[in-house]
């Protein structure tokens, strides 16, 4: 006798969707397509274009004059801009933090630039144009970041056209971004932690998943510091390596931070974000260089920068202090407000009242710290408007000067080490070893200056010790008394319709035995070593002929 079974079938469950549905893959990729690139929609998305297309003819109408002179050569205004474009290359190539790749220099005035740059370098090759349109997309994200905070905070369309381009106007933003320097991106990780760090103020100061700690003898309950955002601490250590004056915007913002939600996280955020300070000064130490940048050591601020600084960093204190003092004094708070909404416990508890919670909510920490921002910001931007005011004559200044001598050195030098008082475009152009008479770009330098003073004997020293073969003086830079014992082969008297600013701000008189008349700048060549005048004579004559008319050559 046979048995028969009857087959039972399970419920089937619907298959899964396949990840690489188009249906169903789409909104997750635009998901997470927008946290980092945010475009807003409608209304809105114009206001971003105008605002962008407003920045992009700015930065044309800067440009095309400079390329126009400069035979469509990209070029920028300071000589601080070839030295970090330099690390970024040897860095991406070689592996080496300089202006050469023989040896650690703590040349670059911004840590993260360089690093920015290297990979663009190392996949794309290394050309003057990657600076200027990593500056640009950084630019246009800043305006997309600073729309959104806006549209955030309830500004309608026409609003927001005016404040972006009053932002772009007070940060000079199209200036910043043909600069060639890190300008840029200290804007937008500065931005970025100020907005991420209004944000967390804002929120409530209880963690959602953190339990409520006992109750004390006094019989209130400890409420748990809050957790800042790991994205608080990023932008805080980015914008610190993008330039250390950013240090002084954290800790501002650190002593805000500590005062609403506890002074563990605060302390936290401070170390986190001077890790980079740290780190690379430890560096620089073991490879036998000072703990700070030469920058800093040789470069210091202007007075009026520096005084403009204290004056903003007292003013900023003193809204955080204001703001720390002005909780007990609120006024209960409204109704409609999100403090005042009961918790949805008991009814009892609902109705009860909570006298306490008025005088202990802080007022919204957004006018703080939008004010503190604007504050820290003047005395940057008056720096930047003074070193990128002559924009378009320093671009010339360095075509005609900086660009010839760099070229020179290319066709002549190119593997061997010169000394230079102008270590930019030279080091940029070629391979060779640099002796930077100004320091920034030499430790050796910085250390005989700071131990022993500049003379024309170490002068001499130090460029016999690094075998230089040639030295290019700009003048003036040079006193008689400051000038070593070279032989002086010639000099490039070059036109120039005014005054540059690396002349206006120079403090020594022009060395040459026949100064520069007024509207002329001078370039000397010197031969280190008495047997290689000849051979540099003989080079300097085969180049004579690429020289411009604006050149005025004199042999001695």
């Given amino acids: 006798m046979s048995i028969s079974t009857r087959s039972t079938t399970s419920p089937q469950s619907q298959p899964a969707p396949d990840p690489a549905s188009p249906q169903e893959s789409a909104p997750a990729t635009r998901t997470k397509w927008r946290i980092f690139l945010p475009l807003p929609t409608g209304k809105p998305l114009g206001v971003l274009l105008l605002a962008i297309l407003t920045l992009l003819a700015a930065v044309a109408l800067l440009e095309l004059p400079v390329l126009h002179h400069t035979k469509g050569n990209i070029l920028f205004p300071l000589d601080n801009a070839y030295v970090n474009i330099t690390v970024g290359r040897d860095l991406a190539f070689y592996q080496v933090w300089g202006v050469s790749k023989y040896a650690f220099q703590s ?47 309830g500004f309608p369309p026409a609003r927001q056209v005016l404040v972006l381009i009053a932002a772009m106007g007070l940060t000079l933003l199209p200036l910043l971004v043909v600069s060639g320097m890190e300008y840029t991106l200290q804007l937008l990780f500065v ?229 230079t008082n102008q270590p930019g475009a030279v080091s940029y152009f070629s391979e060779g070893r640099k002796l930077d008479y100004t320091g920034i770009a030499s430790n050796d330098v910085v250390r005989m200056t700071k131990e022993y003073g500049w003379t024309p004997r170490y ?36 036109a120039e319709g005014a005054p540059s600013a690396t002349n206006q701000s120079a403090p020594n008189q022009p060395a040459a035995a026949i100064p520069p008349t007024a509207g002329e700048r001078a370039v000397n060549f010197y031969a280190v070593e008495a047997y290689d005048t000849t051979w540099l004579r003989k080079r300097l004559h085969e180049y004579q002929h690429l020289l411009p008319s604006t050149v005025a050559v004199k042999y001695y």
């Fill in 459 to 494: 002068a001499d020293s130090l460029s016999k010790k690094d075998g230089i073969r040639v030295a290019i003086i700009a003048d003036p830079w040079f006193r008689a008394d400051q000038l070593p014992t070279w032989t002086k082969v010639a000099t490039w008297d070059i």
């Fill in 191 to 419: 931005f970025l932690f100020m907005d991420v760090l209004v944000q967390t103020l804002s929120a409530p100061n209880t963690p959602a998943a953190a339990p409520a700690r006992p109750a004390t003898a006094a019989g209130s309950a400890q409420t748990p510091a809050a957790k800042a955002p790991a994205t608080l601490y990023i932008f805080a250590t980015l914008a610190v390596a993008a330039r250390y004056e950013d240090l002084l915007v954290i800790a501002l913002g650190a002593v805000l931070f500590g005062l609403q939600k506890g002074w563990r996280p605060a302390a936290k955020l401070a170390a986190i974000a001077v890790a980079p300070i740290i780190l690379f000064g430890v560096i620089s130490v073991i490879k036998k260089s000072y703990f700070l940048p030469n920058t800093m050591l040789v470069g210091p601020y202007p007075t009026y920068a520096a005084i403009l600084a204290l004056i903003a960093t007292a003013a900023a204190a003193w809204l955080i202090i204001r703001y720390s003092t002005i909780a007990p004094k609120r006024q209960p708070i409204p109704p409609g407000h999100p403090a005042a909404k009961p918790q949805p416990t008991q009814a009892s508890q609902a109705s009860q009242p909570q006298p306490a919670q008025a005088s202990r909510v802080m007022p919204p920490p957004t006018i703080p710290a939008l004010a503190i921002l604007v504050l820290l910001a003047v005395p940057f931007t008056a720096r930047n408007a003074a070193n990128l005011a002559h924009f378009e004559k320093d671009c010339d200044r360095i075509y005609d000067e900086q660009y010839l001598t760099a070229n020179f050195v290319h066709l002549y030098y190119f593997k061997q080490t010169v000394g």
């Fill in 107 to 153: 040349a670059a005035s911004s840590l993260l630039y360089p690093i920015a740059l290297a990979p663009i370098f190392f996949i794309l090759g290394a050309h003057l144009i990657i600076p200027l349109v990593v500056n640009l997309l950084a630019a246009a994200y800043f305006l997309l970041l600073f729309q959104r905070a806006l549209i955030r905070y």
